[in-house]
């Protein structure tokens, strides 16, 4: 797979094209690209994936908080998972919001030489959304190409989104928010000093310096696979802000607790699969009564992985 930050060096033949933000490659992703691929290779040409960063909500001011699902590399890798040739990081930015649906496909046209374009059926494009898919068969008539609209991939009556995951992790349902992408969500970081009150009551924990720009699910503890030096490692991860121990605000982190491990984790890159909601994050009257607790929670996490091992 080729990955691009923008059209500049971009120069193809006969491809066929998919356009999107495709933030999180969910399963509706994955059945556009599947499809793009394989009529790409059968055709003998390069299934083409364009996406935009930052995404145009971001920059149009409609969202502010944590929100991706994947960064851009991640988005690449997992869409050449699932077919694509090559993948563009087209530069989003208000002047290409502000560009007409016929000049931006013109310039893809120029760089890419598509003969097929395949977008999802709401798919739309340049200024005021104007290029939506009926429009985008007009301009198609002119620069040699042809349209194909997807119909949405729905789950339990549904279409699955990025937005629908989002609301899955905020609440809390990491169960959801697989089935909908597929995989479990997985967060990723290098491991950072804390405070050092995890191995002083002896669980020690890898505090995550994690994308700021990453959603991250509902505050509470949570089973994990966590992903050391491409070994998989249980463990129980606490996000939130430590009632316990902090009375006033602070943001929230992620730390996590590997089971059966007590090697040295700082300054490793460590990634985390959400498995599994344990409870919610809580104040305890007493240390003692949060080491209890802790006991419990490695517990069921221990029964969790043990009886979904071989599914994962």
């Not at 030096?229 to 606490?238: L, Y």
Request: contains cysteine; negative net charge.
């Amino acid at each position: 797979m080729r990955h691009y930050p923008d059209l500049e060096d971009v120069h193809l033949e006969n491809t066929w094209l998919t356009i999107g933000t495709f933030d999180g490659v969910h399963r509706g992703h994955q059945e556009i690209v599947h499809k793009l691929a394989a009529g790409a290779h059968a055709n003998g040409t390069l299934a083409v994936v364009l996406t935009f960063y930052p995404h145009p909500a971001i920059v149009l001011g409609r969202r502010t908080e944590p929100f991706y699902l994947t960064n851009p590399e991640e988005r690449a890798h997992l869409l050449a998972q699932h077919g694509a040739d090559v993948v563009i990081t087209y530069p989003f930015n208000r002047e290409v919001a502000a560009t007409s649906a016929g000049d931006f496909v013109q310039q893809l046209k120029d760089h890419l030489d598509m003969v097929h374009l395949l977008v999802g059926h709401d798919f739309a494009l340049g200024h005021n959304r104007e290029g939506n898919v009926a429009h985008l068969r007009t301009i198609a008539e002119t620069l040699g190409f042809t349209v194909e609209s997807f119909p949405a991939f729905e789950m339990e009556g549904v279409p699955v989104s990025s937005s629908r995951i989002r609301a899955a992790l905020a609440a809390g349902d990491i169960e959801q928010a697989s089935r909908l992408l597929g995989r479990p969500y997985q967060v990723n970081g290098v491991v950072v000093p804390g405070d050092g009150r995890g191995r002083l009551i002896g669980v020690p924990t890898a505090n995550l310096e994690l994308w700021a720009e990453r959603a991250i699910p509902q505050a509470g503890v949570y089973v994990c696979r966590a992903w050391l030096d491409e070994k998989p490692r249980g463990a129980v991860t606490n996000v939130g802000v430590r009632p316990t121990f902090e009375t006033g605000p602070v943001p929230p982190r992620v730390e996590t607790h590997l089971l059966d491990y007590t090697g040295d984790l700082y300054g490793k890159n460590l990634n985390l699969d959400f498995l599994s909601r344990l409870r919610d994050e809580q104040r305890f009257p007493s240390v003692e009564d949060l080491v209890a607790q802790i006991r419990i929670d490695k517990t069921r996490a221990r029964q969790y992985l043990d009886s979904r091992l071989s599914e994962l």
